[in-house]
């Protein structure tokens, strides 16, 4: 993965979400990056796809779940303002 270079004006935003301002984030030599090995991915889609049934998404990789947790609940954030919307309790 290519980075582009870094605006400073986001350092207190990445340090507040990611933990750190550096971009790309710290990682061992030859890593990736943490999180999931391709392969890993590459395996459940493969799996998935020859599956006979399954879910219509996938939630793959480290973090993808808190990811989407968090994606979520901004959307019912957005939405709640909105006539119509009745959040479930």
Do not use: C, K
């Amino acid at each position: 993965m290519q980075f582009s270079a870094p605006l400073p004006d986001y350092d207190e935003l990445r340090q507040r979400l990611f933990g750190t301002s550096v971009v790309p984030w710290p990682s061992e030599p030859g890593a990736t990056g943490g999180g999931s090995s391709p392969e890993a991915i590459a395996e459940a889609i493969l799996a998935h796809v020859n599956a006979e049934e399954g879910p219509l998404r996938l939630v793959l990789g480290e973090g993808a779940a808190d990811q989407i947790r968090m994606v979520l609940d901004q959307r019912e954030r957005d939405y709640a303002g909105q006539p119509g919307f009745h959040a479930e309790s």
